[in-house]
């Protein structure tokens, strides 16, 4: 998903440097988003697919070996027709303070972004009807599709939404954290840490675990050093997989 946050970004960055403006910056959110779900279903259709459905031996290795390859690819394109260089937009949005607190106005607009984005997400899971499918399909597959549900289908359109939430973060990031062809790597890492952290399959687990990350991150900046950031989320992770290898929120395999 890395390089698709970093594709979000270049597209919400091409976006108001050449076409709609610096203040129209929430125009192009959703532009992004969108042209990044649709490369998604490209991507999963003629790349991932495949793999699954032609009875390929060691389907697994080569779906990474395929990402891996995806990832090279992306980033040497955003290299070749962007350059190696760093890109700021513009503020989204002016500082402001609380209290005394001095808060930075794009982590603002990043924030709320946010929390439309997981409103609007947990409504489509929990209310419609392709929300159960996704929750039906993840628990049992098999039934899903006696149910009479495209299971490749729904593969399709849950790799395409889930891009396009890449795409929308390195979209409200992009101020802060800049647009170059390596940002991916970062927010890999940290989704990695993230999902290990809250639990495979457990979306409370992975807001929680986004959470405490931020804050062991932030706490170990003020009382230990700033330069070790990156690390202490790696000890956290490191601890948890000791002690609770499902992680907070996931949940033990049962086996007969």
Known sequence: MGEFYMIGSYVQY????GVLGWSLWYVALPVAM??????GLLVQRFLLRPMYVGGVERRDEYATIVTIALM???RNLAIVLGGPNQYAPRDYARATTLVTLPISGNRMVALLGTLVLLALFFLVIKTTWIGRAFRGAAQNRVGIQTAGVDVLRLDMLAFGVGVALAAAAGALLAPDF?????????STFKGFEIIVIGGLGSILGSIVGGILLGVIEALGSVFLSPAYKDLYGFVLLIALL????????????RTV
Request: proline letters at 6%; a negative charge.
């Open 72 to 74: 090279v690819l992306f």
């Open 14 to 17: 091409a976006l108001l440097a």
């Open 242 to 253: 000791v002690f609770r290898p499902t992680g907070l929120f996931g949940e033990r395999e």
């Open 178 to 186: 800049l647009v170059y062809p390596e940002n991916g790597a970062i």
């Open 34 to 39: 969108v042209s990044v779900f649709l490369l």
